[in-house]
């Protein structure tokens, strides 16, 4: 296969979409810097790159994917995938308008649906499934994606509806064909089954890599096994041994994940209080979080981490409450929790959730990516970190929004081989 870029703009988002691929055999490695590509192995043939762009201005997010973009060109990657949020978080439209700038493409395929994460589009709108106070799922209306893709509108935009996409890949490819050429054209398809996706995966596969490809990881998902790359799909291995989550995010989501655990007798949650980390008592507090977790580790149970504030959270703008420089001191004492106690090697396996608590975690860890192997849930991944004297440590990436409420659980079920968790 010829080498794939996937360009992500946070580090959950380039794991969780290059395990679509590492799943199918594939050799796939994420790095936070384009500087490391040259020192992986020759045989990774995808790699995700984290641009860290999700939070930057727009202005900043376009120039820095178009700089990406021109290195990597340059290293002699031909075919590239940007891996957009699925719920269109950051700025997609204007690292979609570098990418046809710097390609000078006449086409965009914008794809942001994720199914098996209850992200679909229907009609130009993305919506996100919900479970409501009475246990069923309800489709929450997020957007309608032309209007978020607001500075493309010099652009022809149009919304490929769910008829046509179900019509086959043969119709969308003549759809694509009507379109092309017409200064750089956007598609925004509709999708709400991995059939839909399949559909498109398929009839795009002979646009790369002429058009943009723009779309989250459930796109991606399809592309190993329709495009014929590889068949095998790797093996599950046993990882059992010491397992530690480091929990970031402000997700509700993920709090309730959290909240499942805290009734299991083999798990202690670890609240780090976020009023005390972010004063001047903050080294007292991180010394009570480390002990407390390396104690647990110990007595063979599984340390959880979690900043309190989750718990307590409303709403997903938690962190507009709090400021930038408390929110980054937050980040980062995560990172000094991991690397207190992976150093001293009672760490197998580490979880992480939070694309800033990722970052910081694996910068104090002095990794340099990491080697994706599969995937555990739907857009969840696992993988070895890169790095030295880190003992050839697991690592598994999640979104805030992803999963159900038992997800956790589920994880640890398979990093034990435990099915009765």
Known sequence: MAKLCIIADDLTGATDTGVQFSKYG???????????????????????????????????????????????????????????????????????????????????????AFPANGRIVKDGYLYVKRMAQNGEDILQKLCYIPDVLRSLNSRCISVIGLKEVRKGASNIKSIIEKYRGQNGCVLVFDAETNDDLRNISVAIEDYVPRAVIAASAGLAEQIPANWKI??????????????????????????????????????NVIEMKSDVVTSDQKENELKRVIFEAQKSLLEGKVAVVVIDSLMKRENEDYYEDISSKEAKIISKSFGYIAKALVSNGLVKNLVVSGGDTAINVFRMLRSNGIILENEILPGIPVGRVIGKRLNNLRVITKAGGFGNKDSFVDIIGFLTKNKEY
Request: glycine share 4%; with cysteine.
């Open 26 to 112: 594939i050799p796939t490695a994420v790095v936070f810097n384009c500087k490391d590509l040259n020192n992986l192995d020759s045989t990774i043939e995808v790699v995700a790159v984290n641009t860290e762009t999700r939070k930057m201005s727009k202005k900043m997010a376009y120039a820095k994917i178009k700089s990406t973009l021109n290195i990597l060109k340059q290293m002699g990657y031909p075919i590239f995938y940007k891996k957009i949020d699925s719920t269109l978080r950051g700025n997609p439209d204007v690292e979609i308008e570098a990418m046809l700038d710097e390609f000078n493409s006449d086409l965009a395929i914008v794809v942001p």
């Open 230 to 267: 590889f068949t095998k799909y790797i093996s599950e291995n046993s990882m059992a041994g010491s397992i530690l989550f480091l929990i970031g995010t402000q997700n509700k989501v993920t709090a309730e994940q959290v909240a499942i655990l805290k009734d299991k007798s083999f798990v």
